[in-house]
């Protein structure tokens, strides 16, 4: 397997633009998982999700921050409208997990967004 | 409900000397426990977890941590420190079940190895 797959690797907007950014998990996997990290805030999960439902978005920081799971392998995180203060690197994450037990987490290389 | 702790933020040691990394947890179920390292610049890569079987776990690069539920611990230990471990070190529990089920991170240490 290719192991858990982030696009764009990098990003560059302006403020006010929206950033979409896009994951595709491993195979067979049940979990998936939005963190963003940065300097002053750390790791920080964001979302996650469990065949394809959203289980715990406590973690999101406002309305600007949208994250989507249409099928078991594809999930967005959208920002709209992105402000400099969400320049981090945002990192993807799958997992298996049974009778809900979250196993190990696979990361993805991660999208480094700056917003100017 | 559930917490991470990690003890301290910065430990620093000389190369060829034991390796600690504190981290207590709190959880209302019994825990899954792992810990992950980050190298500079790079992803997150788990080093060891612990799944309610033995109490002594066993990771990659030497490192293993024990589970103690009598101090709520899971601390990260190496017998001998290499340049190599200089890294990010975070420490995660889940627990819960259901729509209880959460997954927590500890804020890191950052370890770094003096030759």
């Known amino acids: 397997d290719a192991g858990v797959i982030q696009s764009p690797r990098h990003e560059v907007t302006e403020m006010g633009q929206e950033v979409t950014l896009r994951c595709k998990p491993i195979s067979g996997h049940d979990y998936l998982f939005w963190y963003r990290q940065t300097m002053m805030r750390g790791l920080e999960l964001l979302i996650y999700f469990n065949n394809n439902v959203p289980i715990d978005d406590s973690g999101m920081p406002e309305d600007r921050f949208s994250a989507k799971m249409p099928n078991a392998s594809f999930s967005t995180l959208k920002i709209q409208p992105s402000e400099p203060r969400d320049s981090a690197v945002y990192f993807c994450?799958?997992?298996?997990?049974?009778?809900?037990?979250?196993?190990?987490?696979?990361f993805g290389p991660g999208t480094r967004l700056t917003v100017l | 409900a559930q917490s991470v702790t990690q003890l301290d933020s910065h430990v620093s040691v000389s190369e060829g000397t034991p390796v600690l990394l504190r981290c207590n947890y709190s959880s209302s179920y019994s825990p899954s426990l792992f810990w992950y390292v980050q190298h500079p610049n790079k992803g997150l890569q788990l080093l060891l977890k612990y799944t309610s079987a033995a109490t002594l776990v066993k990771g990659i690069n030497g490192f293993e941590a024990e589970f103690k539920k009598s101090e709520t611990s899971f601390h990260l230990t190496k017998p001998s420190a290499h340049m190599s471990d200089a890294a990010e070190y975070f420490c995660?529990?889940?627990?819960?079940?259901?729509?209880?089920?959460?997954?927590?991170w500890g804020l890191g240490t950052s370890l770094a190895v003096n030759p």
């Open positions: 994450a799958s997992s298996s997990g049974l009778a809900g037990y979250i196993d190990e987490q696979f």
């Open positions: 995660v529990v889940t627990a819960g079940a259901g729509n209880n089920r959460k997954l927590i």
